[in-house]
């Protein structure tokens, strides 16, 4: 017989995957914003969060895929540019954010909210803006730059992602385009 609430739970969230080149590239970027605050974020976790799942039972997570797999996709890959640094004070972090969501992406969050309504773990979702994470812990103004962010992010998957001890490892992924 088994007991649920002794059943093993994954930290689960949907995002948008950053090229290897481009982690690379946001890294060198940050680098020479030369921050003495914070703590950086490893480049190998650099992502977009479309969705945060919190704490999610493993026996669900086969539903969660199946529900993931009949989102409406784009249609094609998802392009977002990430040109504005901010700090975000309340959460006490620097991130790259886009000056304009693009409204593929908005539609694509929304139907991952839709489909994903069942399995909630948390309270009200948040709502969405999207960003990419550059420091925890951040507690000083936005930096200078002496070259302004523009990232292309060109994301042709979205990935379920399960956060364990600060690595993040994709468990499965689905086409934005067509295949």
């Known amino acids: 017989m088994s007991d649920e609430s002794h059943e093993p739970l994954k930290r689960l969230f949907f995002a948008l995957d950053c090229a290897p080149a481009q982690r690379k590239a946001i890294a060198q970027w940050r680098g020479d914003l030369q921050l003495r605050s914070g703590r950086p974020v490893p480049a190998e976790n650099f992502h977009l969060t479309l969705m ?97 962010p523009e990232f292309f992010l060109r994301a042709e998957y979205f990935t379920l992602f399960e956060s364990h001890k600060g690595r993040y490892r994709a468990l499965a992924q689905w086409l934005l385009g067509p295949s």
Do not use: N
């Open 52 to 148: 945060f799942l919190g704490a999610v039972g493993v026996a669900r997570i086969a539903e969660i895929c199946t529900a993931a797999a009949k989102v409406r996709k784009p249609g094609m890959p998802v392009r977002v540019v990430l040109d504005r640094l901010e700090v975000w004070r309340r959460a006490g972090v620097l991130v790259l954010a886009p000056d304009q969501a693009p409204p593929e992406l908005l539609r694509l969050v929304y139907s991952l909210e839709q489909a994903m309504l069942p399995f909630r773990m948390e309270d009200a979702p948040k709502e969405f803006r999207p960003h990419l994470t550059l420091m925890r812990d951040y507690r000083m103004p936005v930096p200078e730059s002496g070259t302004p």
